[in-house]
């Protein structure tokens, strides 16, 4: 079956400070791969998408790139802001199965 | 992307009650998800509507608790039926757009007492 496993948090940075989330992903085929943040009270956004293996994917600051040969699939942002205080889920959808399938998610809050 | 509504944003409920969810489109879409999402958990499918036809719900998930109706392209609701502290969950509908990309609605803030 398909399934993620994600870096357990919570995780608490200083303003400017590096992050990364680390996300790993076990598949039937070859999944598409989903990075998603929810904001505190509010819903689940697309953050950053990858296809296909090597590809990155890039949005606010925030890289991911598709590892095939460690099946991972890694957040980083170089220099975090309080702004990204938030839930970070990572998923996968496999090919005509439609259903995505999400890690447990990690709280990061950044401080001033 | 496609713009999703949902109603209502929260609500308290007393137990035994029901609660209908509305999840609003702005462009007409295949396939929509209703997924909860328990306090400081990741978020479970529920079922899957397809316009014209009967949702197909996931293990653990019946259509006597949760049913969902989908009259046209842009639009479904979801009820909670028979509620109990333990539904107290965010309820999210997310809508399929292009390579397997799923978009989600605001969710709805569900108490019940």
């Known amino acids: 079956g398909n399934s993620v496993t994600q870096m357990e948090g919570p995780v608490t940075l200083s303003e400017e400070a590096f992050l990364t989330i680390n996300c790993t992903y076990t598949a039937t085929g070859y999944p598409s791969l989903f990075w998603y943040v929810q904001y505190p009270g509010e819903g689940l956004q697309l953050l950053l998408k990858?296809?296909?293996?090597?590809d990155k994917g890039s949005n606010k600051g925030f890289e991911a790139t598709y590892r095939k040969e460690t099946t991972s699939f890694h957040l980083e942002k170089g220099s975090v802001q309080v702004s990204d205080s938030a839930v970070y889920f990572c998923?996968?959808?496999?090919?005509?199965?439609?259903?995505?399938?999400f890690g447990a998610g990690t709280t990061v809050t950044v401080r001033a | 992307s496609a713009v999703i509504s949902q109603k209502p944003s929260r609500d308290i409920c007393q137990r035994g009650t029901s609660l209908t969810i509305q999840c609003q489109v702005d462009s007409q879409v295949t396939m929509m998800f209703w997924y909860r999402q328990q306090p400081g958990q990741s978020l479970t499918l529920i079922a899957t509507?397809?316009?014209?036809?009967?949702?197909?719900?996931e293990s653990g998930f019946v259509i006597d608790k949760f049913p969902i109706s989908r009259p046209n392209l842009t639009f479904s609701t979801l009820t909670v039926s028979n509620m109990s502290p333990e539904d107290s969950s965010i309820y999210l509908c997310?809508?399929?757009?292009?390579?397997?990309?799923?978009?989600f609605g605001p969710g709805t803030r569900l108490l019940v007492l």
């Open positions: 998923a996968l959808s496999v090919f005509n199965d439609y259903k995505l399938s």
């Open positions: 997310s809508v399929q757009g292009f390579q397997e990309t799923q978009y």
């Open positions: 990858a296809t296909k293996a090597d």
């Open positions: 509507a397809n316009q014209g036809s009967e949702a197909t719900y």
